[in-house]
């Protein structure tokens, strides 16, 4: 079992930044695809970035350019740098996870495929 806690939300103006960061703990030895989603009030949760366990990267085209995920593997830590904040990008953001396995991460920012979500962390861009 995993367990994943977001934390780095709040309150910026357009055109701030954020770090987003989930933190892992229980059985996070092996190989996991890992992901950022969003979700606002009466809209669907939908993916923002992805990595694989090799350090590959996915990102929806509304964050390309604005958005960087990455992980820390010695602290067991997935990141969201934001930069260039919209006020369209308020939003709860949550981390999501899933062992690897032999199938690589296959649609990475579909939230059908990932097993292990965190509480979420509210993200507010003012303009």
């Known amino acids: 079992q995993v367990q994943l806690v977001e934390s780095g939300g709040g309150s910026v103006q357009a055109g701030g930044s954020l770090r987003l960061s989930c933190a892992a703990s229980?059985?996070?030895?092996?190989?996991?695809?890992m992901g950022w989603f969003r979700q606002t009030p009466g809209k669907e949760r939908e993916g923002v970035a992805g990595?694989?366990?090799?350090?590959?990267?996915s990102y929806a085209d509304s964050v390309k350019g604005r958005f960087t995920i990455s992980k820390d593997n010695a602290k067991n830590t997935l990141y969201l740098q934001m930069n260039s904040l919209k006020p369209e990008d308020t939003a709860m953001y949550y981390c999501?996870?899933?062992?690897?396995?032999?199938?690589?991460?296959?649609?990475?920012?579909?939230?059908?495929?990932?097993?292990?979500w965190g509480q979420g962390t509210q993200v507010t861009v003012s303009s």
């Open positions: 229980g059985d996070t030895s092996g190989r996991y695809c």
């Open positions: 990595i694989d366990s090799d350090g590959s990267t």
């Open positions: 999501a996870g899933r062992y690897r396995g032999w199938g690589g991460c296959s649609y990475p920012l579909s939230r059908s495929v990932y097993g292990y």
